[in-house]
């Protein structure tokens, strides 16, 4: 057991500080708590039984990456059962921000981050997943590539992609375009 008690700490402070990031992770996943906390929980246990097979020097977070969303697709509510996931509007405000923002700004905060959310719902999960790592996790793309199991150049394309699909799924609710200027008119005239 002295031999174990090392590794143990060893891991606890290796993996620790990536619980939040996990679980974040597995909760766009699951889109459920409970399920979330599961998938972590059996993310932690599969990793520090696996922990002897972790080579030093390459990216923790990456394995620990890998080993959630290995589990997740492994699992009954896998990718198989779970086309999409949700997300859950932020539940707690500021109060004290109340000062700067005014009932309007507030709900048009509120309207875009639905629409956002809404977009990346529809996403498909191969896309979805590679945004969630990227923009919501910060992974490097090397990084999303070891835990996606992916050569880094299709990381990058299934990013454009998937930021390409929730930009045009946006214009589409709000009828603009972005990238062009809305269309002015002189005298009544169009331009």
Same mark, same amino acid.
């Given at each position: 057991?002295?031999?174990?008690?090392?590794?143990?700490?060893?891991?606890?402070?290796?993996?620790?500080p990536l619980f939040d990031s996990l679980y974040n992770f597995a909760r766009w996943l699951t889109q459920n708590r409970e399920e979330a906390?599961?998938?972590?929980?059996?993310?932690y246990v599969k990793a520090l039984k696996g922990f002897?097979?972790?080579?030093?020097?390459?990216?923790?977070?990456?394995?620990?990456?890998r080993i959630l969303r290995n589990s997740f697709?492994?699992?009954r509510t896998g990718? $198989?059962? @779970?086309? =999409?996931?949700?997300?859950?509007?932020? #539940?707690?405000?500021?109060?004290?921000? $109340?000062? @700067?923002? =005014?009932?309007?700004?507030?709900?048009? #905060?509120?309207i875009n981050h639905e629409a956002v959310a809404e977009a990346i719902e529809q996403l498909p999960v191969h896309y979805r997943e590679v945004l969630l790592l990227c923009d919501v996790e910060e992974l490097k793309y090397q990084e999303i590539a070891e835990t996606l199991s992916l050569p880094v150049g299709t990381v990058m394309s299934r990013l454009s992609r998937a930021r390409k699909a929730v930009r045009e799924c946006l214009e589409k609710?709000?009828?603009?375009?972005?990238?062009?200027p809305p269309e002015r008119s002189v005298a009544g005239k169009s331009r």
């Open positions: 057991m002295s031999q174990d008690a090392p590794k143990r700490g060893e891991f606890e402070e290796l993996a620790m906390e599961d998938l972590v929980q059996e993310t002897s097979s972790f080579q030093p020097g390459t990216n923790f977070r990456a394995w620990m990456f697709l492994n699992s990718l $198989a059962a @779970r086309m =999409t996931v949700g997300i859950e509007p932020e #539940e707690e405000e500021n109060i004290a921000g $109340a000062d @700067r923002h =005014t009932p309007e700004t507030i709900l048009l #905060e509120r609710k709000s009828g603009v375009k972005s990238g062009s």
